[in-house]
C-alpha cells in the first residue's frame, strides 16, 4: 500500500527515503469566537490521487461551501483512512487556542486505524509528544494533497456542527457565520452575552 501526496516541498522530495503512509493534517476553527478546534487526518490511495486533484480538491478556504461538502464526501469515500480530532472550548480556554489546535490534531492522527509513517502538520508548530514522525509544512493545504483533503473535511465536519447547534443558539447568526466574528455576532453578544460554547479566553467585546 503506497500513498504519498501528490506534490511535495523541496525539502521532502529531495529526500533519499520517502515515507509510503503519508497522512495530512490540518485544523480548522482557530480563529473562531464560538465552538471547538476540529482536525481531520487524511490518508489517501496514490491512484487516485490526480483525480481528486481534477476534481478540486485544495485549500478548503478556496472552494464555495457546496463545492466543499461533494469533495468531502468524495474524500472520505475513497481515503484509505480519515478521522477528525476535537477540542472542546473548555480546552482552548484553559491551556489556549494553539495548544487546542495542536491537541486535535494529535488526537485526529490517533485515531487513524491505518498508522502512517509519516505526518504532514499544515503550518510551522510540530505537535507534542507525537510518535510518529512529523513535518510541519506552511501554506500545506496548498502544497500537499493530503493536507488540502484534510482541511476540506474538517471544515465541513465543524461547518456542520455549528449549523446544528445554531438550533439551540439562534441570537448570534451561527447558521452564517459559523462561529467567527461579524457584525451580526457581536450584536448578538450585546444583547444576550456569551454562551456556554462561547470561548471566554478571546478578547472580544460583548
Given at each position: 500500500?503506497?500513498?504519498?501526496?501528490?506534490?511535495?516541498?523541496?525539502?521532502?522530495?529531495?529526500?533519499?527515503?520517502?515515507?509510503?503512509?503519508?497522512?495530512?493534517?490540518?485544523?480548522?476553527?482557530?480563529?473562531?469566537?464560538?465552538?471547538?478546534?476540529?482536525?481531520?487526518?487524511?490518508?489517501?490511495?496514490?491512484?487516485?490521487?490526480?483525480?481528486?486533484?481534477?476534481?478540486?480538491?485544495?485549500?478548503?478556504?478556496?472552494?464555495?461551501?457546496?463545492?466543499?461538502?461533494?469533495?468531502?464526501?468524495?474524500?472520505?469515500?475513497?481515503?484509505?483512512?480519515?478521522?477528525?480530532?476535537?477540542?472542546?472550548?473548555?480546552?482552548?480556554?484553559?491551556?489556549?487556542?494553539?495548544?487546542?489546535?495542536?491537541?486535535?490534531?494529535?488526537?485526529?492522527?490517533?485515531?487513524?486505524?491505518?498508522?502512517?509513517?509519516?505526518?504532514?502538520?499544515?503550518?510551522?508548530?510540530?505537535?507534542?509528544?507525537?510518535?510518529?514522525?512529523?513535518?510541519?509544512?506552511?501554506?500545506?493545504?496548498?502544497?500537499?494533497?493530503?493536507i488540502a483533503a484534510a482541511s476540506i473535511v474538517a471544515k465541513v465536519w465543524r461547518d456542520d456542527l455549528i449549523v446544528r447547534m445554531a438550533v439551540k443558539y439562534p441570537?448570534?447568526?451561527?447558521?452564517?457565520?459559523?462561529?467567527?466574528?461579524?457584525?451580526?455576532?457581536?450584536?448578538?453578544?450585546?444583547?444576550?452575552?456569551?454562551?456556554?460554547?462561547?470561548?471566554?479566553?478571546?478578547?472580544?467585546?460583548?
Amino acid at each position: 500500500m503506497k500513498t504519498t501526496p501528490l506534490f511535495f516541498p523541496s525539502s521532502l522530495s529531495t529526500s533519499s527515503y520517502l515515507p509510503s503512509i503519508i497522512a495530512g493534517v490540518d485544523e480548522v476553527g482557530r480563529g473562531a469566537w464560538f465552538g471547538p478546534v476540529v482536525a481531520a487526518a487524511c490518508i489517501l490511495p496514490d491512484d487516485l490521487l490526480e483525480e481528486l486533484k481534477t476534481l478540486g480538491v485544495r485549500d478548503s478556504k478556496q472552494l464555495s461551501p457546496a463545492t466543499r461538502s461533494r469533495l468531502a464526501i468524495k474524500i472520505q469515500a475513497v481515503a484509505i483512512d480519515c478521522q477528525i480530532g476535537v477540542a472542546s472550548v473548555r480546552e482552548i480556554d484553559r491551556i489556549n487556542i494553539l495548544q487546542a489546535s495542536l491537541l486535535a490534531m494529535k488526537r485526529a492522527i490517533l485515531k487513524l486505524k491505518v498508522t502512517p509513517e509519516l505526518c504532514l502538520i499544515d503550518g510551522d508548530q510540530r505537535i507534542p509528544n507525537l510518535t510518529i514522525p512529523q513535518q510541519t509544512i506552511i501554506k500545506g493545504d496548498r502544497l500537499s494533497l493530503a493536507i488540502a483533503a484534510a482541511s476540506i473535511v474538517a471544515k465541513v465536519w465543524r461547518d456542520d456542527l455549528i449549523v446544528r447547534m445554531a438550533v439551540k443558539y439562534p441570537d448570534y447568526d451561527l447558521k452564517n457565520n459559523k462561529g467567527y466574528g461579524t457584525a451580526k455576532h457581536r450584536l448578538g453578544l450585546a444583547r444576550c452575552g456569551r454562551s456556554p460554547f462561547h470561548r471566554t479566553s478571546f478578547k472580544f467585546k460583548s
